[in-house]
């Protein structure tokens, strides 16, 4: 059976040494090791990750190794320096602020970009020494972003999902990064990248379309011959796990304890990691606000704030607890009265059991972060709520809200406005909570961890079954002596080479790629033997090729099937070709050349082309979805087909394309051997134009309808050289 080996930063446990100087292996907090827990704990599934803990001698390093083996775990020990370097450094001063739009927080130091290089590498090692054949990876978060590339790098083949936990920034806030560009190599190793909201998968798709000039469709990139999906999945709780703590004995008796001293006054909740993203400040400011505002809750409400502390060693945090302390006691030290606490502040973490009494008696939860990936607190309150009472306050910019639009949705900027969410939450009548809280706990209950958990490895399974049907087509050494055994036997045969991208690599300069001496030897040796028909077929004009290959014993397909020669005779064109079309079509297309900076009109015999190489990313795409939906109609009235290429729309005659002019050569010349090569879509008409027994070939690609596919024009000239 497959395993799945999940790699994060963190293991799920923590080492700690015990009051005898003993190490014990507690469980780490958070969301994510409770979700996972059910998928590595299965069978012979494993976790690869960080310990928590800095292990100097040689014998405890293996004395924790063997005790996490036990548990299904395999320890990536770091040292101190790439604690502070990699975790400290990089992933949380410079990712973290990043991607949580706290740009002026971001640290750019080289020394911690070669720590993180050196660690994720580091990760690397260690899955590949546990890693199996037919094993999938399910890698996790900022920390670990160059991990999937670095497999994929000797591991082609494996199958890898990644999942981003926080928030993908919008493009203009990532390219800030110095190593933006290696960042999402490095997440692009993978077969299926996940995100919490679609707003997250957005903004990836626009920074590698913007940074490594990689279109999508539909979500789906092409990238080296390989096809990675995205998608959103966003995380949910183990929603019985909280509702069956809340039923708990031991949850009931601590609220019947906390509820005794708090009195009849109402609770809200907040709960929180210490980070400058979840907003704890603002929500101070904002609860001085509402007190000072509505006098009439003095006395009558409290803040619970518990504030779990984290990543106390990077100086940003430093300050923020130190913000934090004082603004909790200026507070409390303005509306305070020996009966009442208006802020109860805990600086520490909690068992279960207490937060989920905190979660029952909470009237009110803030969930109001400045940036959120997801939030699984306000998750937690709402599953905790047996009685259905109670109201959630969250902030739009958390994943979370996207799911919970019953909750009082507020922006955390808009002082004001929260603080009438928290008076509007306060009176609210209960059966309205009811109602709120019933709809919430229903989308929870069905989209908890364990679906999310279903639904990304049932995603990664189908990519992977994909790309394996698909890479029956690649073109292997067994295929390779099929085509060559055929092609030994037959008498006739035919050869459609395509030339850009085929024959020669892709170049921005068309001038630039003049077939050089090995190209002109190869079509020489083919075309000498009389039995080989080659039919150089492009869209290329038919000077170029004839200046180029002219003097050659060879046949032309110009211009997708406008200019022919065949048998060393004279160029001419395609019969039956209209042109009167161009001057109504050139018309409508100066409207966008007019406004768009960068564009221009190439006018062939029998085609127009609108170019957009040069326009400004976003902008080239969107007019060439106006002038598609402009032309859809008139084209097809007119006999024109439009065609979006490569940064180019084409209209051009319904008559001329590839595939017509192929089979045509093909009727009237009658090989017993085909072979097709090309590389883009203007080929895909050839592959399906041909007779079946045909031996078409896509190049750099392997969506098509050709039947195998080869790497490069290299891998192409090496095909032809070996069958003569
Ligand atoms: C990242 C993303 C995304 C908190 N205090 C205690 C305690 N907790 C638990 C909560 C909750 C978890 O920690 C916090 O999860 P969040 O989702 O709120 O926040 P991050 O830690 O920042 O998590 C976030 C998440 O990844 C998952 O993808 O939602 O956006 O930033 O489960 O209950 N647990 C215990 N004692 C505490 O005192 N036992």
Redesign the pocket.
Known sequence: MSRTIIVSNRLPVKAVKNDQGELEYLPS????ATGLSSVYKKGNNLWVGWPGRYFKKKEKKQEARTALQSKNMSPVFLTQEEIILYYEGFSNETLWPNFHYFNQYALYKKSYWDAYKKVNKKFCDELLKVLSPGDKIWVHDYQLMLVPQLIRETHPDVSIGFFL??PFPSFEVFRLLPWRRELLDGVLGADLIGF?TYDDMRHFLSAVSRICYISNHHGQIQKDRRTIATDSFP?GIDYDKYANQAAHPDTLSREVEYRTSLGKQKLMLS???L?YSKGIPARLEIFDIFLDKYPAYQGKVSLLM?V?PSRDQVEKYKHLKEEVDLLVGRINGKYGTVNWTPIHYFYR????ED?SAFYRMADVAMVTPMR??????CK?FLASKLDQKGVLILSEM??ASKELSDALIVNPNDKHQVVEAIYRALTMPEEEQIKHTSIMQETLKKFNIHHWVDLFLGKLDDVTQKRNELATKVLDDSVKSMIKKDFDKAKKRMLFLDYDGTLVPFHSDPQAVSPNEKLLSILTELSNNKANQVVVISGRDRKTLENWLGHLPIDFIAEHGVWLKENENQWHMAEGLDNSWKGEIREILDIYVNKTPGSFIEEKDYSLVWHYRKVETGLGELRAREILSHLKYLAVNMNLQVLEGNKVVEIKNIEVNKGKAALKWVQQFKPDFILALGDDWTDEDTFKALPEDAYTIKVADIHSAAKYSLEDYVAVRKLLEGLY
């Open positions: 907090e958070g969301g994510l936990h926080i919490h995380i709960i929180d990691r980070d518990v779990v973490s909690f068992p279960m937060l959120d990936g997801m939030n699984l607190v937690e958390a994943g």
